[in-house]
C-alpha cells in the first residue's frame, strides 16, 4: 500500500512555543491531505482538510489561527501549532488518499506534550 | 455530529476465540471502512466495502454492510494475541464532504 510519514512522531515543547509537525506521501501524489487529534482511549476528531495549493479547510471550533496548515507540494502538508498550551497536548494523525471514496493511507502520529 | 458509534466499546477474548464488534451510523454513506489502531501508532487500513455490498472477506476479516439498518460489523475468526488492537469503522458520504468521520472504536484484547 501507499506510504505516509509523519515527522515527528514524539515531541515535548515550552508551553507559548510553536511545533511544526510535517506529512508526507512518499510514493503518490496528495492533492488532499486530512489532519486529525486523538484524545487518549477516544476516537479521531477531523481537525482540517489541507488541500494543495489552496487554503486548509476546518472543521467547526478548530482555530485557524492555531492549528496552521501548508500543503505547498503535492507530497507535503504542514500542522503548525502555534502558541502551544498544556491543553493542546494530544495524538495528532494525518492520512492522505490516493483518489477519493477510497482508502485512507495514515502517518505515524506525533504525540506532543507541551509543558 | 458523530457519524460512527462502534459496540462494545470494550473486548477481551482468549486466543483462538472470534472477536465480533459492531458500526452505527446515521446518514446516507458512499464506503465503510474498518481500521486498525495499535496503542500510540497511525491507522492501518483494513477493509473498505462499498454500500451496494453486503459482505466482505479479508483473510480472518469478514465484515457486513446492512445499509437498512445503517450498520457493519467487523468479525476476527481464531483471533491471536498480535490482534490486540483498537479498531475503528469509518464512513464517508455527501453529508460529510467525502470526509472520513470515525467511530468512538473497540478496545480488543486478547489473552494469550
Known amino acids: 500500500g501507499a506510504v505516509v510519514s509523519q515527522h515527528p512522531s514524539r515531541v515535548i515543547c515550552k508551553s507559548g512555543t510553536s511545533v511544526k509537525i510535517e506529512c508526507r506521501s512518499l510514493d503518490f501524489q496528495a492533492t488532499t491531505m486530512f489532519w486529525y487529534r486523538q484524545f487518549p482511549k477516544q476516537s479521531l476528531m477531523l481537525m482540517a482538510t489541507s488541500n494543495e495549493g489552496s487554503k486548509a479547510t476546518y472543521e467547526q471550533g478548530v482555530e485557524k489561527d492555531k492549528f496552521l496548515i501548508n500543503h505547498a507540494s503535492l507530497t507535503l502538508s504542514t500542522l503548525t501549532v502555534t502558541s502551544a498550551h498544556p491543553e493542546d497536548s494530544s495524538f495528532y494523525i494525518c492520512?492522505?488518499?490516493?483518489?477519493?471514496?477510497?482508502?485512507?493511507?495514515f502517518g505515524q502520529g506525533t504525540r506532543l506534550t507541551v509543558v | 455530529s458523530q457519524q460512527g458509534e462502534e459496540d462494545p466499546q470494550a473486548l477481551s477474548i482468549q486466543e483462538g476465540e472470534n472477536a465480533t464488534m459492531n458500526c452505527s451510523y446515521k446518514t446516507s454513506i458512499n464506503n465503510l471502512q474498518w481500521y486498525r489502531q495499535n496503542s500510540g501508532r497511525g491507522l492501518v487500513h483494513l477493509i473498505l466495502?462499498?454500500?451496494?455490498?453486503r459482505e466482505k472477506h479479508s483473510g480472518r476479516l469478514r465484515v457486513t454492510l446492512d445499509t437498512s439498518k445503517k450498520s457493519s460489523s467487523l468479525l476476527i475468526t481464531a483471533s491471536r494475541a498480535a490482534d490486540t488492537a483498537s479498531y475503528f469503522c469509518?464512513?464517508?458520504?455527501?453529508?460529510?464532504?467525502?470526509?472520513?468521520?470515525f467511530g468512538g472504536g473497540t478496545r480488543v484484547l486478547v489473552k494469550p
Open positions: 469509518a464512513t464517508d458520504g455527501k453529508a460529510a464532504g467525502n470526509k472520513l468521520t
Open positions: 466495502i462499498r454500500s451496494n455490498e
Open positions: 492520512s492522505a488518499t490516493i483518489r477519493s471514496n477510497t482508502e485512507a493511507f
